[in-house]
């Protein structure tokens, strides 16, 4: 059904910091990238915060980073008024921080059941509710906000917007324009209709790319993320088809390995993701 | 949305013997469930041939038990031909042995990928040709097959069908005469479409319902299952939508639980099942 795999160009990899969190500040971050030849990064609000916004916006800049996503904003469903005030007031300060650090897209972890609910239509239609308030904020500002599908394994306390098709329904609902999706291979490699919500969602609509793998077996529900080519998921396969539909953005490796790449000294991390990156995506 | 919860009728109650399996061999668990006024079973292969098969059906016949299904068959992809056909030697025996126990269905999990392949589209494709291949087998003998949907989180390695809309799909492929679901709260909780598809499966397709609870946070994506309450999903919520269609059957508690309930007293589940399903489906 594919196409022969052509070798992504390097300039296209970016790292999700989250990567190297276990061993490196932001600012060490930022140095890898710029020793590797890494050109992109995708910072995380906890990281940016633990050196600053105003300095770690800088550094990116000085180094001749490109930010390709900020994470993260969403955690929408609270269990009162005052829970959902706060998610609001959090994600309004989440769009004005990726403004100041430049960031291409908000990523959104849209959140899952509010402590005792066992609701998850209602959590979803708080879901819903919150992403329309803060596009609301975003759009004027020019901040696009992307809704990260999370894997249904996290639909209990993460995220209850599990499929490509659930992003693009939000989509159609609220309107596309500085909505779109964040498509993270972890959690939608699985799914019977990817490659026709893919399809779906158009360009317009595909603000990011996240790439690692699913390892067999997996350790951990959320620690035990594979480095690309390590685990079952046909990347060059979905990215063909991303870049099919006009995807012309970065590909930005997102690792959470508590048992082994956070153990692993972090310029060997990035040495890997751009030898997998070349050789498996 | 939904009506008022009522306590379901406690003849509903059926035990799946991995539920104690830690704990009993299978001639204790009848007895157990005999004890306890359970009136339903669904026993496992292992611990069928462990006591041995005629054995097992006369025990189950002598306690006046109900089986309410057969674990399991499927496993279907495989890398080779040889593989695939001693799937299909070994599912037609699971089917001789359903019978035999007197069982009212053959539950399937389905495989997923086979061994080095990240071809997902392939498996499938493998385990439409395998269900097929079975029916022809099945269907003349009386032995309806269930297809039992697991949580995306299987797909790599149990089982790559994943939706309840996947296995309904299968249904019109293949026709449902002898061809339905095994529905297993657990693994479909989450999906956007269940009550939709729920509706679509309808009173013919829904062979077996299956419940436990899924936990806050899940320890280990096998073995830590929860009790009926201890979790997020709304048993009764979709118990009322599958009697809404029609299902009559029975109420299969299956609770994979290394950490906890594999480690406590047999007799102690066993109540905690009846006391959790009178309060809590």
């Known amino acids: 059904m594919n196409a022969p795999r052509i070798a ?4 296209k990899l970016s790292l999700n910091t989250a990567t190297v969190k276990a061993q490196w500040r932001l600012d060490e971050i930022i140095e890898g ?20 916004l105003a300095r770690a916006a800088q550094l990116i800049r000085a180094h001749g980073l490109t930010v390709t996503g900020y994470c993260r904003g969403g955690m929408f469903p609270a269990a009162d008024a005052a829970g959902r005030q706060a998610a609001r007031d959090d994600n309004r300060r989440a769009v004005d921080e990726a ?21 998850i239509a209602g959590a979803r239609r708080q879901v819903r509710d919150g992403i329309a308030a803060l596009l609301d904020y975003a759009q004027p500002l020019g901040m696009p906000l992307a ?5 249904p394994m996290y639909a209990a306390d993460r995220a209850c917007v599990n499929t490509l098709a659930q992003a693009n329904d939000l989509c159609d609902e609220l309107g596309d324009d ?9 959690h939608v490699w699985w799914d019977p209709e ?20 699913w390892l067999v077996p997996t350790a951990d529900l959320l620690l035990d993320r594979g480095m690309m080519g390590d685990g079952v998921i046909d990347i060059a396969g979905v990215r063909q088809a991303v870049e099919t539909e006009g995807y012309a953005g970065f590909h930005e490796v997102e690792i959470f390995s508590a048992g082994n790449w956070w153990k692993r000294p972090p310029d060997e991390v ?12």
Request: proline residues 9%.
């Open 8 to 11: 992504p160009p390097p300039e």
């Open 33 to 52: 990238c710029a020793r590797h030849g890494i050109r992109g990064i995708s910072p995380w609000r906890d990281q940016v915060a633990a050196i600053g």
């Open 99 to 119: 403004l100041e650090i430049g960031a291409p897209c908000l990523v959104l972890v849209v959140g899952g059941l509010p402590p005792g609910s066992k609701d």
């Open 147 to 151: 809704i990260e599908p999370l894997h």
């Open 178 to 186: 500085g909505l779109g999706i964040a498509l993270d291979l972890y």
């Open 194 to 213: 990817l490659f026709g919500q893919i399809k779906r969602a158009g360009r317009k609509r595909l603000l990011a790319f996240h790439i690692c793998d």
């Open 270 to 281: 990035l040495a890997t993701c751009k030898q997998r990156h070349a050789a498996c995506c």
